[in-house]
């Protein structure tokens, strides 16, 4: 058989790079970065290479299985989908639509079956018991964009190949490739942003892979961005410095950000941050001089104590000096099939309804998950007694790993869409394997809507679909249709009403996901109505995309609150800064207990998130794992570089080997993100082989962003010790 040659785009992280498949004889014998791709310029990094072992991992699952003690056996599809149906629409019957939980993680926004058919096996169930990874990820920047321009996806992004300066916190997109950025190809772009005069200032407690490239990098006490990004408003409405330009047209409020940032000067961030107060206001002159600028935070500020505050901070120095919607500044993409503008949009709702044990507000329809153990170890009415998990991992996804174990093996049913065996679907009673993303087309969503160019591009599969397998979306609509059947509509609605939805929803399970993207697409922005003309049929016939153009302003037709203006400043956000300055002078009086440590997460290139450990190109070589300390804390401690040591934390302790780096603030110390595969009962052999700890055994379920919920995993105090010292002393 002859080589053949086929083009796509990656789907394992945000950069949705375009790859050049070479296959032969069913095997992959290549792939490389696509070179025509308008977006990704053949930009390639080490994940999209192992997109090959995903493909051919023996440990993947492909036929549905069922728990039976603590074996596992094959069954039938039909078999799997009518038990599921009964026991979940008993479960129902029972104890009420919110006694059923589902938690969808990180990889259900990279298939776009996930996005476009989960709501036809979720939304049968009625129920307000939903989770994700949002909450340990993205969701301030959520709430902030639906608290100021009405939409939860009116999420703006740096224009960085028309920047002058950026100020980043918290992100490392030499690792990333971008997050909620998609920015492939970063190096090169930041290269040719520096070689205009552009400057990129970096303010993070560790010297990241992006510090290594940045003009600056300033180390800053975990927790404390929150201080220095109120500092910067203070100067620049100090200072006089306040340029909004045309945003002051439709901008209702900067007036009152400016009385409300008034105690933050920045000697008092410099007492907290570690940064002194001339540098702080240096960056803030620079800041506002510089015409196209971009002000950007992310895990490191959204995932805190002051995530919400901190992404609203960021939010206000981008409008105050003119920089939002600006180009080379903070600017919103227009995708094709737009997901904010689309018939089907959720711009969002807030503590609408809250959890039922601790009272934690829901965002867009979802609870924050830092609350899901406790919803299933709570007796009461609405005790989750079930739960469904879809592409996701949160034993070691979200905090407080192990109380989340304990709360699994108590469920009285659980299933789950994911073809691995891993470390939360072992506790499943079935887990159903989708096909691979070799095996099914892909369009990016979500993505699109954060990137640094208009694109658009269709992948076809690269390998059929193999006999007997499903994909995602045929799994959800065969699941939805027998719970549809098994429940009883809600006899509240009229009659008109019930008989359209299951008019709407039955259309729905029959189209499609490239159905639903040609009509999408057809009615967009670059559809019928423009130029562009764009229809499923033209991507096809462009298989290395189709390039948009840059990003344009975009306010403000892409204002979505009711009177299509920006709300700077609302009353939550009002309390929020008041409650801050009191929590600042708490910490500026309180001195650091003794031995206590601030604990950081990280990530690698060639890691994303829990999933991506089981391929071993992407592993081998020197380990990744290991707690980064500084060695003055070490020597402080009595700790040597490669010691085995214990970490503590209020909710539990890990033991793992520390290595000695001065690229981390003293005081401060480091764990990437998504390990931990030693547990009993995982099925996938190179993970285990490279084990690691959990960061998420040491997270804080209690310990969040008050605003959001969202989960604060990284500021979390620790101690570290000898672990032969502490084991002793526990014997």
Request: aromatic share 6%; hydrophobic share 40%.
């Amino acid at each position: 058989m002859s080589e053949r040659t086929h083009y796509g785009a990656c789907n394992l992280c945000e950069a949705i790079c375009g790859l050049e498949f070479k296959v032969r004889e069913g095997h992959i014998v290549s792939i490389k970065g696509d070179a025509a791709d308008p977006l990704s310029r053949g930009h390639i990094c080490p994940k999209a290479v192992a997109l090959q072992d995903l493909h051919e991992d023996p440990d993947r699952l492909r036929r549905p299985q069922k728990r039976v003690g603590e074996s596992w056996v094959e069954v039938g599809w039909d078999e799997a989908f009518d038990d599921i149906a009964d026991r979940l629409a008993t479960i129902h019957a029972t104890h009420g639509a919110n006694s059923i939980a589902a938690y969808l993680g990180n990889p259900s926004v990279h298939n776009w079956g996930n996005l476009t058919h989960s709501s036809a096996f979720l939304g049968p169930l009625k129920t307000r018991s939903r989770y994700s990874a949002t909450s340990v990820d993205q969701l301030p920047h959520q709430l902030v964009a639906y608290w100021l321009y009405g939409h939860q996806l009116a999420i703006s992004v740096p224009d960085i190949d028309r920047s002058r300066y950026i100020l980043m916190l918290g992100a490392n997109p030499m690792a990333s490739n971008g997050s909620l950025w998609t920015v492939p190809d970063f190096r090169n772009r930041l290269k040719a942003m520096q070689a205009r005069g552009g400057k990129l200032v970096l303010i993070d407690p560790r010297r990241t892979e992006t510090a290594e490239v940045a003009d600056e990098h300033h180390f800053i006490r975990p927790g404390a961005d929150a201080a220095l990004l109120l500092a910067l408003l203070n100067t620049i409405f100090a200072e006089d410095l306040a340029q909004p330009g045309r945003l002051a047209e439709f901008s209702d409020g900067l007036d009152r950000v400016a009385e409300a940032v008034r105690p933050f000067t920045p000697e008092r961030a410099a007492a907290v941050t570690g940064i002194d107060a001339g540098t702080i206001r240096r960056i803030a002159r620079e800041f506002a001089a510089t015409g196209a600028a971009a002000a950007y935070g992310r895990m490191g500020v959204s995932t805190q104590a002051h995530g919400t505050l901190c992404q609203w901070a960021l939010a206000m120095l981008n409008i105050a000096t003119g920089n939002l919607d600006r180009e080379g500044g903070m600017m919103f993409p227009r995708p094709a099939m737009d997901l904010v503008k689309g018939p089907g949009s959720k711009p969002g709702h807030y503590a609408v309804w809250k959890s039922r044990v601790r009272g934690l507000p829901e965002f867009g329809g979802e609870l924050p998950v830092a609350a899901l153990a406790e919803e299933i170890l709570t007796p009461g009415d609405g005790q989750v007694r079930a739960l469904i998990t879809i592409a996701g991992n949160p034993v070691l996804s979200t905090p407080n790993g192990r109380q989340l174990e304990t709360a699994l093996g108590a469920l009285d049913f659980m299933v789950s869409v994911d073809y691995y065996r891993n470390e939360t679907t072992r506790f499943a009673h079935y887990i159903l394997p989708p096909t691979g993303g070799l095996e099914h087309d892909h369009y990016d969503i979500i993505f699109h809507h954060f990137a640094v160019r208009n694109t658009a591009k269709y992948s076809p599969a690269i390998f059929p679909k193999p006999q007997g397998a499903l994909h995602d979306w045929e799994i959800f609509t065969q699941l939805g249709r027998r719970l549809r059947a098994r429940l009883q509509p809600d006899a509240r609605k009229p009659l008109l009403q019930r008989l359209t939805s299951r008019i709407k929803d039955g259309i729905m399970m029959r189209m499609p996901p490239h159905r639903m993207l040609d009509l999408a697409i057809r009615n967009g922005a670059y559809g019928k109505n423009s130029a562009h003309k764009l229809t499923l049929a033209k991507l096809r016939a462009a298989p290395h995309g189709i390039d948009l153009g840059p990003l344009q302003p975009e306010l403000p037709r892409r204002l979505f609150t009711r009177d299509k203006r920006i709300h700077c400043l609302n009353d939550a956000l009002t309390a929020e800064i008041a409650r801050y300055d009191r929590v600042l002078a708490e910490q500026q009086a309180r001195a650091p207990q003794a031995g206590e440590l601030w604990l950081i997460g990280r990530r690698h290139v060639r890691s994303n998130n829990s999933w991506m450990h089981n391929a071993q190109r992407l592993v081998k070589g020197k380990p990744r794992h290991q707690l980064f300390m500084h060695p003055q804390d070490l020597a402080a401690r009595g700790l040597t570089d490669g010691q085995t040591v214990r970490v503590s934390s209020r909710v539990g302790s890990v033991d793992i080997e520390v290595q000695a780096t001065d690229a981390i603030m003293r005081g401060v110390v480091s764990l990437p993100h998504g390990w931990g595969h030693a547990r009993p009962g995982v099925q996938q052999r190179i993970a285990r082989e490279h084990a690691g700890q959990s960061v998420n055994d040491l997270t804080d379920d209690r310990y969040l962003d008050r605003l959001s919920g969202n989960a604060a995993l990284n500021g979390v105090a620790v101690t570290v010790e000898s672990a032969g010292r502490a084991a002793a002393r526990a014997a």
